[in-house]
C-alpha cells in the first residue's frame, strides 16, 4: 500500500512540470507546420494541442484554435491533407495534397526543425543565463598511481592539456576522446591545491575502449588516477569511539571541526592532526536519527580525554563509511544469511576487506559453488557467516545489462560530490555556439541510442515513455529552472530524432513516401500507404506500451 501510495504521489507532483514541458513542445512542433504549411499557401483547419475532445476552442479566418482533453500531443489538420479527398478547382489551390512535393516536403519537416532550433534557443538561453558544470578539479589521486607518479596531486586545477585552456572538466573530456585506438600524450598545467604557481606535468595516456556507450567516439585516453571524484566526509564509528558515547553515528557526514568546514576525507588526518587534544572537539555533522525523514545538523562536543594523546581517526574510532551496510535486501542471499543493517564487513574467504570495490570483485569471483565465508563486526562483536551468492542481472551505469553474482547489499556510500562551477557566456555569439554545439551533441548521443540498441550494447528497458518525461520534468523542476530548460531542450532534440525515423504515422514515414515521389516521378498508391500507415501504426502503439511496461516496473521497483 505505501508503495502505491508514494506512486501516486510522484505522479501528481510531476504532472504540472511534465504537462508545461510536454505542452511546449509539442506547440513549438505543431507550430512548425502550421507556419511552413501557411507560408505554402495550405488552409490549415485546426490547430490543436492534445487529442479527444475539444475542452477550448477559438477560430479565427479559417483556422480552429483549439485545447484538447488529453495533453499527450497535438496535431494540425490541413485542408485536403487525405489524397481521397474531393476537392474542387476552386480550392484545389488551398489543399496540401495539391501542393508541389517540394511543399509537403518542407510542410512536414518542419515540425522536427522548429524542435531542432527550439533546443538550440534553450541552450543558448541557458548558457546566457548561467549553467552549473564541473570544475577541472582533479579528486583523489591514489599514491603509485601513474597519475600521482607523473607529478598530479589531489585537487589540483586544470589550466590547460596540450595547449588548450581547460575551463571545465567537460573540456579535459573533449581532450581525451579519441576516434583511433592510440596513446595520447599530455602535457598539463596545473595549479597545486594550496598554490599560485602553475607546474607543469606530463604523462602518456593509455588508449582504452569508451565506457559511454552513447559517444561518437570509441576510444578514450585515460591515466589511471586522474578523476574528479573524492571520497567525502561520511564516518563509520566504532562502538569504542569517545564520539559514539557523544551521539555519533555511524552514516554521519562531518561538514565542519571545532569550526573550521570539511568536504573531502583526504582533509581530516591532516586537520585533526593541528588540535590539542587538550581542547575541546567540536563536531558539525548531517545525520538522521530515529523518526528524521532527512538528514538534520547535529552538533557532536567532546571534553577533552586524558587518555588521547593526539586527535587522530584511530583515536577517535572513526574510519570510512563505506564497508557498513545501509541496505540489506528482502529475501536476498545477505538477508537469508543473517545480515543487518549498519553490520560493518570485515573479511570474504579470509581475505581483509579495505574498500568496497574489494566486496565486489570477491563476490563477482564465487565459482558458483562453494559458500562465501563472510566476517561482519555487529556490536563489537564478530560474526562468521556463510552466504551463498545469487546469480542477478544487474543495469550498469552505462545502460547495459550484466549478470553477474551479487548477495543483495549496499553500502553507506562515502563520496563527495564534485565541486560546480556557473558558467554564464555574455557574448551571444558564444553562447549560440554553445547551443548549437549542446543540441547537436545531444543529437549525437540520442542517435547513437538507437544505434546501440540495435547491437544490444544498451538494454531496452532503457526505453521510457510518459512517465518516464514526467518523472524526470518533476525531478529537475524541483532542482531548479535551469535543469528544467536543460531537460526540455534534451527531450526537444529527441522528438526532432524520433519524429523523422523512417515510420509511417510519423513525419519521417511521410517523408519517405515523398522521396518515393520524387524518385517515381508519382505518388504511392492509396492502398500501399494505407498498408504502410497500418504498420506503423501497430509498431508505435507496440513501443508506446514497452515503453509504458518499462515506466511502471521502474517507478514501482519490480
Known amino acids: 500500500m505505501d508503495m502505491l501510495l508514494n506512486f501516486l504521489h510522484q505522479g501528481l507532483s510531476a504532472i504540472v512540470p511534465f504537462v508545461v514541458l510536454l505542452g511546449v513542445l509539442i506547440f513549438i512542433h505543431e507550430l512548425g507546420h502550421f507556419l511552413v504549411a501557411r507560408w505554402c499557401g495550405v488552409r490549415v483547419e485546426v490547430f490543436s494541442l492534445g487529442f479527444g475532445k475539444k475542452i477550448l476552442k477559438y477560430k479565427k479566418g479559417d483556422t480552429t484554435y483549439a485545447l484538447s482533453i488529453i495533453p499527450l500531443g497535438g496535431y494540425v489538420k490541413m485542408f485536403g491533407e487525405q489524397p481521397g479527398d474531393h476537392i474542387s478547382e476552386e480550392d484545389k489551390k488551398y489543399s496540401f495534397t495539391h501542393k508541389n512535393v517540394w511543399q509537403r516536403i518542407a510542410v512536414v519537416l518542419a515540425g522536427p526543425l522548429m524542435n531542432f532550433f527550439f533546443a538550440i534557443f534553450i541552450f543558448f538561453s541557458v548558457a546566457m543565463i548561467g549553467e552549473d558544470a564541473k570544475t577541472p578539479v582533479l579528486g583523489d589521486v591514489p599514491v603509485k598511481s601513474a597519475a600521482y607518479n607523473a607529478g598530479f596531486r589531489s585537487g589540483d586545477r586544470l589550466v590547460s592539456v596540450n595547449n588548450k585552456p581547460i575551463n571545465t572538466w567537460e573540456d579535459f573530456q573533449r ?164 545480515l543487518r543493517e549498519m553490520d560493518r564487513l570485515v573479511s570474504i574467504n579470509n581475505i581483509t576487506l579495505t574498500k568496497w570495490e574489494d566486496v565486489l570483485n570477491n563476490i563477482r569471483s564465487f565459482d558458483g559453488k562453494n559458500p562465501v565465508s563472510l566476517s561482519v563486526l555487529r556490536d563489537g562483536q564478530t560474526i562468521n557467516l556463510k552466504i551463498t551468492p545469487k546469480m542477478t542481472t544487474q543495469m550498469t551505469a552505462n545502460g547495459a545489462e550484466e549478470k553477474r553474482y551479487t548477495i543483495g547489499i549496499a553500502p553507506v556510500v562515502n563520496l563527495a560530490n564534485p565541486e560546480l562551477m556557473t558558467v554564464k557566456m555574455t557574448n551571444p555569439i558564444d553562447a549560440l555556439v554553445r547551443g548549437t554545439q549542446r543540441t547537436w551533441e545531444v543529437s549525437v548521443m540520442t542517435v547513437m541510442s538507437f544505434v546501440r540498441l540495435f547491437e544490444a550494447k544498451i538494454s531496452p528497458k532503457n526505453i521510457g515513455g510518459v512517465l518516464s518525461i514526467g518523472q524526470a520534468a518533476s525531478e529537475t523542476f524541483k532542482i531548479g529552472m535551469t535543469q528544467f530548460l536543460q531537460m526540455m531542450a534534451i527531450i526537444s532534440v529527441n522528438l526532432f530524432i524520433l519524429n523523422l525515423l523512417p515510420v509511417p504515422v510519423l513525419d519521417g514515414g511521410h517523408l519517405v513516401f515523398y522521396v518515393i515521389e520524387l524518385v517515381k516521378g508519382a505518388p504511392l498508391s492509396m492502398r500501399k500507404m494505407e498498408v504502410a500507415q497500418q504498420v506503423g501504426l501497430a509498431l508505435l502503439m507496440s513501443l508506446m506500451i514497452f515503453a509504458l511496461f518499462n515506466d511502471f516496473t521502474r517507478l514501482l521497483g519490480l
Do not use: C
Not at 202 to 226: C, H, I, R
Open 175 to 338: 581532450v581525451l576522446n579519441q576516434k583511433e585506438n592510440r596513446d595520447l600524450h599530455l602535457d598539463a598545467v596545473v595549479l597545486h591545491e594550496g598554490s599560485k604557481e602553475q607546474t607543469k606535468v606530463s604523462v602518456d595516456a593509455k588508449s582504452e575502449p569508451n565506457p559511454n556507450v552513447l559517444s561518437s567516439y570509441d576510444y578514450v585516453a585515460n591515466v589511471d588516477g586522474l578523476s574528479p571524484m573524492s571520497a567525502g566526509t561520511t564516518v563509520g564509528v566504532q562502538n569504542t569511539s569517545p564520539l559514539y558515547a557523544m551521539g555519533l553515528r555511524t552514516g554521519d557526514t562531518l561538514t565542519a571541526i571545532n569550526g573550521q568546514k570539511i568536504t573531502y576525507w583526504r582533509e581530516l588526518e591532516p586537520l585533526f592532526a593541528k588540535l590539542s587534544p587538550k581542547e575541546t572537539l567540536t563536531l558539525e555533522v548531517l545525520g538522521v536519527r530515529e523518526g528524521d525523514k532527512t538528514e538534520k545538523p547535529i552538533t557532536i562536543t567532546m571534553a577533552p580525554i586524558e587518555s588521547i594523546k593526539s586527535y587522530s581517526m584511530q583515536s577517535l574510532g572513526l574510519e570510512s563509511s563505506e564497508l557498513y551496510l545501509s541496505k540489506v535486501i528482502p529475501e536476498s542471499p545477505a538477508a537469508a544469511a543473517g
